[in-house]
């Protein structure tokens, strides 16, 4: 769905966000940044989010404490500012932030892809099916919430037959490794300054389920909250 640019939201029913969707924190005094999932809100009281982590380990934020928020609702970067109302530690780490006053658009967004150079393996759907040996290394060059970038030496598979692709993505500075079923749908060809031809494939991935879904759009939301300080 696109939203009208011209539509400005005034609450958080507005962004239609999810439950685990990636929120960007960012602490005025010292300056840091963390980013948390969403675990739900009361509207006009509070909102709930996951503790942020540094080295693994649930950071406690003090209570009173102003933070700034940032997060990406489909087309639109939005901001808002907050304070700790509480922080919990039972029956596990979370904070209560105080419910948003005002949300501002910081920035409208034509697609959230983000470019990257992300080395990926890429391995047939059910083995021996495909000729070729598997898995093939390959380089994604460009990434979203729906679909990727793949770039190799060698043609992958033919239009509109499946792979899986394993990547290693970095969330809230936590390594995971997720395996995404993906479809080629189209391939271009380029040559390099050496010569050589490179394979471009537009993936487009498919059945995603939850927990792949959340680590993948946390990585893609960081990255474009990152470069929208």
Same mark, same amino acid.
């Given at each position: ?43 006009? %009281?509070?909102? $709930?989010? +996951?503790?942020?982590?540094?080295? *693994?380990?649930? &950071?406690?934020?003090? /209570? ?71 898995? %093939?290394?390959? $380089?994604? +060059?460009?990434?979203?919430?729906? *679909?990727?970038? &793949?770039?190799?030496? /060698? ?75």
């Amino acid at each position: 769905m696109t939203v009208d640019q011209d539509s400005t939201p005034h609450s958080l029913d507005d962004l239609a966000l999810r439950i685990g969707d990636p929120l960007y924190l960012e602490t005025l005094s010292p300056t840091t940044r963390y980013v948390v999932r969403l675990m739900g809100y009361v509207a006009g %009281k509070s909102m $709930l989010v +996951t503790a942020p982590l540094a080295q *693994g380990r649930p &950071i406690l934020l003090k /209570e009173g404490k102003p933070i700034r928020v940032k997060l990406l609702a489909e087309n639109r970067v939005c901001g808002f500012s907050t304070v700790v109302i509480k922080a919990c530690m039972t029956p596990f780490n979370y904070l209560h932030l105080s419910y948003p006053k005002d949300i501002e658009v910081l920035e409208y967004r034509k697609a959230s892809r983000i470019s990257v150079r992300l080395i990926v393996s890429l391995d047939e759907m059910v083995e021996d099916s495909t000729p070729g040996r598997w898995p %093939k290394p390959a $380089l994604c +060059t460009d990434i979203s919430t729906t *679909g990727a970038k &793949i770039s190799s030496s /060698e043609p992958l598979v033919d239009i509109g037959e499946s792979l899986y692709m394993t990547a290693r993505l970095s969330v809230a500075n936590v390594e995971q490794i997720v395996r995404i079923p993906l479809i080629i749908r189209n391939r271009t060809l380029e040559e390099d300054e050496g010569g050589q031809t490179i394979f471009h494939h537009g993936a487009e991935f498919a059945y995603l389920d939850e927990e792949t879904r959340v680590v993948l759009s946390g990585f893609v939301y960081e990255q474009i909250l990152k470069n929208k300080r």
